[in-house]
Every structure is written in C-alpha cells, then in structure tokens.
C-alpha cells in the first residue's frame, strides 16, 4: 500500500527548531521527485522545498538558509529542517511525489492539488506564544 505519512509538526516559539519527516511506503523515495508545501490557514498553499530523484534540492527563496530538504534512502523518508520559525511558518505542512518530471507548481489555491502521484494528509505547525 503506497504511503506519504508526515509527522513532526508540533507547537513552537519563534526562532524555534522543528523536524518533519515524510515516511514513504509502497515505493522508494529514490525513484520520485518529493516535494513539501506550507499551506497556512485562508491562504493559497505554496512549495518550500522539493529533492528530485537525484538528490538535486531545491528550497524556496523565502525559506533559504532557515529550512533543509534532505533524503534517507536507508529509511526511505524525507525530511525537512526548520530553524529560525517565524510565526509567518505556520500552518499544514504537505509531502508529495510525483515520478518522472520536475514539481514546478510554486503556488496553488489548494493544497492537494491535482498532476501528483501522492499526498500525505500533512502535518500541523503552530505557534506558542
């Protein structure tokens, strides 16, 4: 049964670390290009980051040098390293794949959206004051 389990999400403070991993099962996270997206509450869901099947990543301008995309063929999962949080950061947080072609939506109304293989049912940020 294919799989995108993410977790990680969790209450944080500004300037905050967090951890989400995106648990691929039913295929190898090799053979996909994988992506994460930041939908916050009322707004359009937008691409962070995404790691093709070759290991090339790529993360989003606003988000570089604060988050990391990386790969754990061993564990076949997916990762994305939060550091520096701002209160703007939070919200659902959604891992896809697609195999065969580049993930090039930026930006949509809705997060998932339609062109991808799979979606996990994502995983929450909030923020503590």
């Known amino acids: 049964q294919v799989q995108l389990v993410e977790s990680g999400g969790d209450s944080v403070q500004d300037g905050g670390s967090l951890r989400l991993a995106c648990k691929v099962s039913?295929?190898?996270?090799?053979?996909?290009?994988i992506a994460w997206y930041h939908q916050a509450s009322g707004k359009q869901c937008e691409k962070v980051a995404d790691i093709s099947s070759d290991g090339v990543t790529y993360v989003g301008y606003y988000w570089k040098g604060r988050f990391t995309i990386s790969r754990d063929n061993a564990e076949n999962t997916v990762y994305l390293q939060m550091d520096n949080l701002k209160s703007e950061d939070a919200g659902m947080y959604y891992c896809?794949?697609?195999?065969?072609?580049?993930?090039?939506?930026?930006?949509?109304?809705?997060?998932?959206?339609?062109?991808?293989?799979?979606w996990g049912k994502g995983t929450r940020v909030t923020f503590s004051t």
């Open positions: 039913g295929f190898t996270a090799a053979e996909r290009n």
């Open positions: 896809t794949a697609v195999r065969g072609k580049p993930i090039m939506v930026a930006l949509s109304p809705d997060c998932p959206f339609s062109g991808m293989d799979y």
